[in-house]
Each structure stands twice: as C-alpha cells, then as structure tokens.
C-alpha cells in the first residue's frame, strides 16, 4: 500500500480528496467527513513526502513518470529544495483546515484542497510541463476561494484569473521556446539567457508580486472569506519564489526588484484603513526579502529564502488569522472601525502580537532568524544600496505589522464593540501556528531553530551556518525595534500619526482598473461612433448612386425621354468609335 | 454602618462585565494613561540598547553602523514613513467607491458570528 501511495505526487491524493468532497453533500452530517479529508489529506501527504524521500538514500528522488505526447514527464521530484517547501505547504494545509472547522461551505473545501494540491504538485514538479499544469490548476482553484467573498468579490476575482492566466500563458510560451531550443523540459536552473528564460522569470514574478505586477495580491486577497484569504496567503505566492530559487538563483536584477518590492508596500501599507490590505501589502514586502536572496543566490542567502518561506507562512498565516477571526466576530478589519478588542478577544491579541513580533524579527521570534540570514547574505554580497533598503524595510514593517495591526484592532481607542473570543477551532490554529513562531526560533537543545536548519536546502550546512545569536546582532536589532517603537509613541503623542480614515488608495492598478476601463469604453464609443458615420456614409452613397440609376434608366428617366432620331445616331456612332478605339488600343 | 467603599468606578464595575475573564487583569492596558505613558518603555530600551551598542560593537561595521546608528535607522525610517504618508493620503486617497465596487465593503453576513450563535 505505501508503495503505491509513494509511487505518484502526493498532490494527486489532495485533488482526489477536493473532487471527493466536492461529492460529499453539504449537511450537517456529512459536513464533518469533508472536514477531515480537509486535514487528513495533507497530513497524509507529509507523512508520504518524508517517507518517500528518507526511504532511499540519494539527495534527490524522482518518481511518478509519465510518458505525454512523447514527452517524459516527473511529476514527483523530491530534493533539498522541493522537501521544505513540501512540509510548510502541507503544514500550512493542515492549519488551514482547522481554522476553517467552523466553516460549512463545500466551494472552500473543495477548492482548498485542489489549491493546496496544486501548489504541493507544482513545488515537487520535476519538469516545465508539470509546473505548468500545476501552476494553472492553482489558479483555478483559488479563484473560487476569492469569490468565496461575496458577490463584490466578483470583478477581484476575475482580475486575479486574468492576471494567473497571463503568467500560464507566458510560463508556457517560454517553456515551449526552452525546450525547443534545448531538447530538455527539466526544470532545472534555467537562468535569463537560455531562450524563454525571460518569459519564464515573468510568469514567475507575476505570481511572486514583482513590482506593477503586485497589485492582484492586494486587490483579491482581502475582499476573499473569513477562511479564504488565510489560504490564499499561503500558496501562490511562495510556489513563486519556489520557482525563482530553482529557475533563476543568483540573477543580479532580482537583488534590486526584491529591493524595490521590500519598500515600496511600506507606503502603501501605512495609508490603508483595511488590516486584511495592510496585511497584504506586508505580503508584498515579505516577497521582498525573499526575492533579493534569491537574487544574491548564495548558499546563505538560499537557506535564508527557504527559513523565511516557513517562518512568513507561519506568522502571515497567524496574522491573517487573527485578522480573519476579527473578521468573523464583528463583521469587518476596516481599523477606523475597530479598537479595544483585546477585552473581548485577548486570546486572538495574544496570537496577534506573537505574529507582529515574528515579522518585526523582534529576539526570539521566527523572523529574528530567518530575516537577519537574507540581510547578512545581501550585505556579504556587497549590495549595500539593497541592504540599506531592505534595513529601511524592516523598519516599515514594524510600522504596518508590528504596530499598526494589533494596535488598531485591539488596543487604540475603545470602539465599543463588545464580541466573543474566536472560535475554539480558530484558536487551536493560531496556537499551533504563535507556538510554531516562537519555538524555531530559539537555540539551544529545547529550541526548534536546528530542526529549522537541518530542513535548509544547502549540502554544505557548515558554510552556510549562520549565528544569529550573536550579542551585536541581538542589540542592533533591538535597536531598530526599540527606536521605531519610540517614534511610533511619540508621534502619537504629538499628533503627528496620521489618523485611520475610510478611503480608496490608489496604486498601479488604477492604470487598468480606471485608465485601462476608460480606453476601452473610448475605443467602445470611437468604434460604435465610426460605425454608424461609416453606415450613414454608405447609405448616402449607394442612395446617390440609385438616384442617379434612377434619373438615367427609370420610366421617367433621361433614356426613356422623347429624343430626335439624330441624337440616338451620334450617341451610337460615339459608342462605337469608343469600342473601336479600346479594341485596337488593348 | 458598613465602612466598606467600592474600590471600583460604576464604569470599571461595567467595564469587567463585559470583559472576556482572561482580559479582566489587563484592562489597565486600554486606559488612557498606560497609553499616554507607554512612550518611556521603547525610549529606555533604546537608551539602554544604544549604550549595549558599544560593548558590543558590530561583527560588520560599516559607515552607518557606529553606535546609535541602528536606533538612528529605526528612528529616521519609521518617521519618513509615519511622515509621509500624510502628502501620500492626500494625492491618493480617493471616495472609497471610487471604482464603483461599492465601496469596497465585504458582503460576508454569512460568515460574521458575533458570538451569539454557535461555535464550530
């Protein structure tokens, strides 16, 4: 039996639980069994993946081959790499599933199941086509989980496909140019001047939220479900830099684009009124980091992708549960209409701040390590413009997650609102996800930070080992934190922190969603305009051309008049000598 | 006569009804004066921190890593951000239905529970 379920993609086993739950019918009965398929499934795939790669004792497995259209196809390729992204995603499933316990809606399930599916087949995909299919099933399966969120969800939704079908389709026209030209479908390191490796590393950085290209993470991530924009954080978007990191490791540019994607959501962020935005905003900035190491592409920098890929799914998925709880309990995470609401929920804040710390990489929290592996190996790399930025960065971090999230929503003013703590199942899950924050990042034989490295992807643990503990590192860093905070106080204090009000802010999707939307209906109203000045114009000249057949040939014409007998002559003679003439000349 | 005098104000007595039981020892948290006076705990940290900062100088010194000059980073970047987004709001905040989808607010009535139904 255990060879048989090693012996494919443990993603398949989570698409078949998504199309089984699809079947299960929605009752209160039944709805318990898709629930446990909701976690089973990608527990079972964990406990598959390991087995499969620990059962044999090469660095890289590869399995599940299929033949397609000529084409040798692995759909299973197991390796240092792959495994780690391998064990967050179903982990990340896994959490997903319990935190939406209470949920009993049969569309989220199924579509999470596939989507996770997706996400873990396309990270184990062996070859360019795998990736492929995957990476379009991921988006269609998520797009349900957007418009999970109500009928205005809808217009998010369809942008977001629009935008993953884009990357589907260049991912594929630059897969086929690469294979063609190489022979090859491996998806091994590609790199910018292999033929398609352009469109490739495009498809990839829409996904991944480049800059101009980042606006479909904010646009549909919050308008999603209570559940929904918990799950979406998860997958799309580390399946991209999974794909950077294998595809394109140390391109110089992805250095200065993680730069730019590090500081530039920190403005955004600050403007925002709605936490789920703001949260997704700080996505981007995340994406950053990740990106600029994987720009650098060295060992470090390599293992600090991978460490800040599972401590970002962990303290993003944390806060945007503790969001989403807020969500569920008083109906929306606009921060000018929250407040207080640690005396309610103080569970939910707890959890909250535990997020805040691990993405402000305060001592002891998950970012702590993982951030500070990505900024040490930029600055060895001798980027020092990008360190300084991504230093810049970690300070505006501290701005909209560290403080702005739990401050608005549960501290701040009091909004009066009196609600219930969270779910049970809603805490369970963020429990599991603060204590995961906390306990891989603290050293020492009681701490989970070795289990962390001994999951990293470099061969060579003793080149990349990196010591975050170090008491300059713990006091520079707390330095920054403790300054930031300060100017945070003080400029309440002074009346200098700008107030939360309800607002559209624009960004680069206004060029499509306003500029875009009123280009087309010009060139709408232009054409419709054209083609009634054409029709008129037609008419008028065929309505001419019929008068003048009219005057000349009809009963009352000039042809049917009376004429003296000589004129026909001379008409005729004329004719003739035309003919005549045409005659002998051609 | 009872000499017995409440130790609570009508609002605290209110204030802990309300209040979740394992929020009640924290309630101090929400009131106007912690809050006000939360500004000397980040500002002896980063005294404190900044003078760590020369015992234990950085592994890497560069031109802006003497001293306080992390605690000058963190200060100077969080304000340009707080600071900024003033002008920013202004040239781009916009009616929040100003791209027609009403408002951008979320219609998810069936997922709020304010508690009063049933859990999971």
Known sequence: MLDFLTSFSPAFILIAAGVLAAFIPASNISSPVRKALLIGAPALALVLINTTFFSQNQSTYLGGTMSFAGIELTTLRIDNLSIIWGYIFCFAGILNGIFGLHEKCKITDTSALIYTGAGIGAVFAGDLITLFIFWELLALSSVFIVWRGGPKSYPAGMRYLAMHILSGVLLLA???????????????????????????????????????????IQDAYPRSSVTGTVILSVFTTKLAIYALARGVAGTEMLIYIGGIMAVFPVFFAVLENDLRKVLAYSLNNQLGFMVAGVGVGSTLALNGVAAHVVIDILFKGLLFMSMGAVLHRVGTTKASELGGLFRSMPYTAVFCMIGAAAISAVPFFGGFVSKSMIIAAVFEDGQFIVFAMLLFASAGVLEHSGIKVPYFAFFAHDSGKRVREAPWNMLVAMGIAAFFCIYLAIPGPFGGMQYLYNMLPSEVAGEAKFIPYSA????????????AVFAFALLKRVGLYPPERRAQIL???????????????????????????????????????????????????????DAPSGIAAVLISGMLAAVLLVVYFF | MSDNKPTLSPQEIVDRAEAHPAAVPFLWLGSHKTQRNFIYIPLAGMIIFSVLGFVFPPKYPTLWEYGLSYAAIGFFSYSFVVLAAHPLFKMLSRPENYYGEDGEELELEGDVDNGEGSDA
Do not use: C, E
């Not at chain 1, 990839?204 to 980042?214: N, S």
């Not at chain 1, 300059?472 to 300054?483: E, G, P, R, S, T």
């Not at chain 1, 114009?537 to 051309?545: A, D, P, R, S, T």
């Open chain 1, 472 to 483: 300059d590192h713990v006091v520079f860093q707390m330095q920054l934190i403790m300054a």
């Open chain 1, 174 to 216: 630059g897969l086929v140019i690469y294979g063609r030209a190489t022979g090859s479908y491996a998806f091994n390191n590609i790199g910018l001047d292999a033929p398609g490796g352009w469109l490739m590393l495009l498809a990839f950085g829409i996904k991944a939220g480049f800059p101009l290209l980042h606006n479909w």
């Open chain 1, 507 to 561: 960004d680069f999707d206004w060029t499509y969603r306003r500029l875009g939307l009123a280009l087309v209906k010009w060139i709408s109203a232009i054409w419709s305009r054209l083609g009634a000045f054409v029709t008129y114009m037609l008419k008028k000249f065929f309505g001419m051309i019929g008068r003048r057949i009219y005057q000349v040939f009809s009963p009352a014409g000039t042809f049917s008049q």
